[in-house]
């Protein structure tokens, strides 16, 4: 087919739908005119649920239809009309599933077998009646006839997880086992798959999916829990990214994963210490660790973790409660563990304390090029009633006390210094960072970040973000002060936050 004129594709996904194709005129014209491939990525750019509806239009839109190389199909886009997600009762939650599956079935039948490569096919779904055992069978039986390049599970559970009981997670669990044991074909194929909610009374589940699903690229875990909490190794030629969120596995060893490049553990607060080690990971670029640290929490000690690693990014999230990373002197073991750093993101840090601790990363981690935090209280998503603070142990002292035993140090490779929510208590850790950090290029210095949930709240302190352009000329002075640096200092609100600083917001 030869090149087609740029300008004929002006049209967004957003601008397109069934009933816009169905209408007599220029439009209606416009489309009919274009080539196949052209429309066809048109139709991939929209929700499968309007790029189905297209078929009622014509054969040629039946045809094209069922020649989509991507396919989305979630059950939350079947929402009835009228509704919102937020709303939605279990006879509508049962409706949409079973809408899910009846779509995913009938765009898997009606394709050539052979005839067009499948790019992409992501399923979500609710984990309810028959609808995953179909849903499995429908992509187990197009994997069998079609060439899927990317095949994706998400499993929802209809409680979510603040929700769920003990018993529902039992019931999720068991569930999950009939769906994974009926539909072995699909499993097999997939490259991506989330699960939540889940409790597995079978000891070696976790083994029988690493097995079985031997293609998979992508696990994740969400509020999931084994019935023994015994020392799990995960062993898997392919995964490349990895994720448990507030699981309840025992001890999680990564011991052979040759091709694992990222990896998150959130929420570890059933375990007095990270139930969390590396084995054969030599591919392990970015780590991220979140969690809530009560008092009877241990600290985590980075230089053994990560010391047969080589890490490049590195996201700790505070949770706005006790810090529970352990500030290490410079030895030839913690300079090691650091050496391939480049990247350190520190979130959720809590308000009022001295920062000092931080600078044990910049000593350590001599390649460092990018330094965030994200120093905040977050009122509605934190415990704030003292009586149930001091039950569940919370700690009233959150910081951690560090002294350099070489204050005068100097970092030749950190360019850039992001910190959210500035104060001005915060001016003399600034200056101790553009102090250490000779070849330092930009430091910025962003306003309270705020939240929709909680603005109504009066902030638990008063913010001394500088508000005017002569006050920030003041600061920017007393920042610089003494100190021979050529960084170029910003002071930003939150409408100002841009996109790749933004994404470090754990």
Same mark, same amino acid.
């Given at each position: 087919?030869?090149?087609?004129?740029?300008?004929?594709?002006?049209? #967004?996904?957003?601008?397109?739908?069934?009933?816009?194709?169905?209408?007599?005129?220029?439009?209606?014209?416009?489309?009919?005119?274009?080539?196949?491939?052209? %429309?066809?990525?048109?139709?991939?750019?929209?929700?499968?649920?309007?790029?189905?509806?297209?078929?009622?239009?014509?054969?040629?839109?039946?045809?094209?239809?069922?020649?989509?190389?991507?396919? #989305?199909?979630?059950?939350?886009?079947?929402?009835?009309?009228?509704?919102?997600?937020?709303?939605?009762?279990?006879?509508?939650?049962?409706?949409?599933?079973?809408?899910?599956?009846?779509?995913?079935?009938?765009?898997?039948?009606?394709?050539?077998?052979?005839?067009?490569?499948?790019?992409?096919?992501?399923?979500?779904?609710?984990?309810?009646?028959?609808?995953?055992?179909?849903?499995?069978?429908?992509?187990?039986?197009?994997?069998?006839?079609?060439?899927?390049?990317?095949?994706?599970?998400?499993?929802?559970?209809?409680?979510?997880?603040?929700?769920?009981?003990?018993?529902?997670?039992?019931?999720?669990?068991?569930?999950?086992?009939?769906?994974?044991?009926?539909?072995?074909?699909?499993?097999?194929?997939?490259? #991506? %798959?989330?699960?939540?909610?889940?409790?597995?009374?079978?000891?070696?589940?976790?083994?029988?999916?690493?097995?079985?699903?031997?293609?998979?690229?992508?696990?994740?875990?969400?509020?999931?829990?084994?019935?023994?909490?015994?020392?799990?190794?995960?062993?898997?030629?392919?995964?490349?990214?990895?994720?448990?969120?507030?699981?309840?596995?025992?001890?999680?060893?990564?011991?052979?994963?040759?091709?694992?490049?990222?990896?998150?553990?959130?929420?570890?607060?059933?375990?007095?210490?990270?139930?969390?080690?590396?084995?054969?990971?030599?591919?392990?670029?970015?780590?991220?660790?979140?969690?809530?640290?009560?008092?009877?929490?241990?600290?985590?000690?980075?230089?053994?973790?990560?010391?047969?690693?080589?890490?490049?990014?590195?996201?700790?999230?505070?949770?706005?409660?006790?810090?529970?990373?352990?500030?290490?002197?410079?030895?030839?073991?913690?300079?090691?563990?650091?050496?391939?750093?480049?990247?350190?993101?520190?979130? &959720?840090?809590?308000?009022?304390?001295?920062?000092?601790?931080?600078?044990?990363?910049?000593?350590?981690?001599?390649? %460092?090029?990018?330094?965030?935090?994200?120093?905040?209280?977050?009122?509605?998503?934190? &415990?704030?009633?003292?009586?149930?603070?001091?039950?569940?142990?919370?700690?009233?002292?959150?910081?951690?006390?560090?002294?350099?035993?070489?204050?005068?140090?100097?970092?030749?490779?950190?360019?850039?210094?992001?910190?959210?929510?500035?104060?001005?208590?915060?001016?003399?850790?600034?200056?101790?960072?553009?102090?250490?950090?000779?070849?330092?290029?930009?430091?910025?210095?962003?306003?309270?970040?705020?939240?929709?949930?909680?603005?109504?709240?009066?902030?638990?302190?008063? &913010?001394?973000?500088?508000?005017?352009?002569?006050?920030?000329?003041?600061?920017?002075?007393?920042?610089?002060?003494?100190?021979?640096?050529?960084?170029?200092?910003?002071?930003?609100?939150?409408?100002?936050?841009?996109?790749?600083?933004?994404?470090?917001?754990?």
């Amino acid at each position: 087919m030869g090149k087609h004129n740029s300008r004929q594709v002006l049209l #967004r996904p957003w601008q397109i739908n069934a009933g816009a194709m169905g209408k007599k005129g220029n439009r209606d014209d416009r489309l009919s005119a274009l080539p196949d491939d052209i %429309l066809v990525n048109i139709l991939d750019r929209l929700d499968v649920p309007e790029a189905a509806r297209t078929s009622i239009l014509s054969k040629r839109w039946i045809r094209l239809s069922s020649e989509l190389s991507h396919l #989305r199909i979630n059950a939350k886009d079947f929402v009835p009309e009228g509704l919102s997600n937020a709303i939605i009762s279990v006879d509508d939650l049962v409706q949409m599933n079973a809408a899910a599956a009846e779509v995913t079935k009938s765009m898997l039948t009606r394709r050539v077998p052979g005839e067009h490569t499948i790019r992409l096919l992501s399923t979500s779904f609710y984990l309810r009646d028959a609808v995953p055992i179909s849903i499995g069978h429908a992509v187990g039986n197009a994997m069998a006839t079609h060439k899927i390049e990317k095949a994706e599970f998400t499993v929802l559970t209809q409680k979510a997880r603040q929700q769920a009981t003990v018993d529902d997670i039992i019931n999720y669990g068991a569930q999950f086992l009939s769906f994974f044991n009926e539909c072995q074909v699909a499993f097999s194929g997939l490259t #991506r %798959l989330y699960l939540q909610n889940l409790k597995f009374a079978e000891s070696g589940m976790l083994s029988n999916i690493l097995v079985t699903c031997k293609k998979l690229t992508y696990l994740g875990f969400q509020n999931c829990e084994t019935e023994s909490w015994m020392a799990i190794k995960f062993e898997h030629a392919q995964l490349a990214e990895l994720s448990f969120e507030d699981c309840r596995f025992g001890k999680v060893e990564l011991k052979w994963l040759p091709r694992l490049t990222r990896t998150k553990f959130a929420f570890w607060m059933t375990y007095k210490n990270l139930p969390l080690s590396f084995g054969h990971v030599p591919l392990l670029e970015a780590v991220t660790l979140i969690t809530i640290a009560l008092s009877w929490h241990e600290m985590v000690e980075l230089s053994t973790l990560l010391f047969e690693t080589s890490v490049r990014e590195l996201h700790l999230g505070f949770r706005y409660e006790k810090i529970w990373l352990q500030p290490e002197c410079l030895t030839r073991r913690v300079a090691y563990a650091f050496h391939r750093l480049r990247i350190v993101n520190l979130d &959720t840090i809590p308000e009022g304390y001295d920062l000092t601790w931080t600078m044990f990363i910049l000593e350590a981690a001599a390649l %460092l090029e990018e330094l965030c935090m994200t120093v905040m209280d977050h009122p509605c998503e934190m &415990t704030m009633d003292k009586e149930e603070r001091s039950q569940e142990l919370y700690s009233e002292k959150k910081g951690v006390e560090w002294e350099s035993p070489t204050p005068n140090f100097k970092h030749y490779h950190l360019t850039k210094l992001i910190i959210f929510c500035f104060e001005s208590c915060m001016i003399s850790h600034v200056r101790r960072v553009m102090k250490a950090a000779v070849n330092l290029k930009d430091v910025y210095l962003y306003d309270r970040v705020t939240c929709r949930l909680c603005q109504h709240l009066k902030p638990l302190r008063p &913010t001394t973000f500088p508000p005017s352009k002569k006050h920030r000329c003041s600061m920017r002075k007393h920042l610089t002060q003494d100190i021979q640096s050529h960084a170029r200092i910003r002071f930003l609100s939150c409408a100002e936050i841009r996109a790749d600083h933004a994404a470090m917001i754990l």
